[in-house]
């Protein structure tokens, strides 16, 4: 498994694992503008020159909000998203960043457990966050320093 920094490239692939994992996914243009938002920093997960996964972020001064983490149901449960994060926390903190935060449906056992296992614990609660379905999202934070 290589995990490098998206490009260009990636996006299509990206946007097809968007479609296949949320019910309000994000379309290939909103994706490909990342790539020239210098706030933003996004990994992927590369498996046989497949895209396994990837994890998206944007940072504002010392806080960085990951907005999304997938992982291909070919490849779940080997590893992928704990190594996509763990390259997303040392970066993260080699860059000075303090804190590092994310949203999740309440009901999303699988990534609350990858989350807690990396050390967040439970910020806050948004009531009604998510759409399609509709749900809340519990906030959790892990201190990067
Ligand atoms: C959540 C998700 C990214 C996990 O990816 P993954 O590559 O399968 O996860 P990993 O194999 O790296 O698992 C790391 C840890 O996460 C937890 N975990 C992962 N899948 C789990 C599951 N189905 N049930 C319970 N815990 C799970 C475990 O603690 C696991 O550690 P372990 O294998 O030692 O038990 C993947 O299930 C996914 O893409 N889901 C759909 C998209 C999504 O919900 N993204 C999060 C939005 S906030």
Do not use: H
């Amino acid at each position: 498994m290589i995990i490098r920094e998206m490009t260009a490239g990636d996006v299509p692939a990206i946007a097809e694992l968007e479609r296949i994992c949320f019910g309000d996914p994000w379309s290939e243009n909103s994706i490909a503008k990342e790539l020239n938002n210098r706030l933003s920093y996004w990994l992927v997960a590369e498996i046989d020159s497949r895209i396994a996964g990837y994890v998206g972020t944007q940072s504002v001064l010392d806080m960085t909000d990951m907005m999304n983490i997938a992982v291909s149901p070919d490849f779940r449960r080997q590893g992928v998203a704990e190594a996509l994060m763990t390259s997303l926390i040392n970066e993260l903190s080699c860059r000075g960043m303090i804190g590092l935060m994310l949203e999740v449906r309440v009901s999303n056992t699988p990534a609350i457990g990858l989350y807690e296992k990396l050390g967040f614990t439970v910020a806050g609660r948004r009531p009604n966050y998510y759409r399609n379905p509709r749900e809340d999202a519990l906030i959790m934070r892990k201190e990067l320093t």
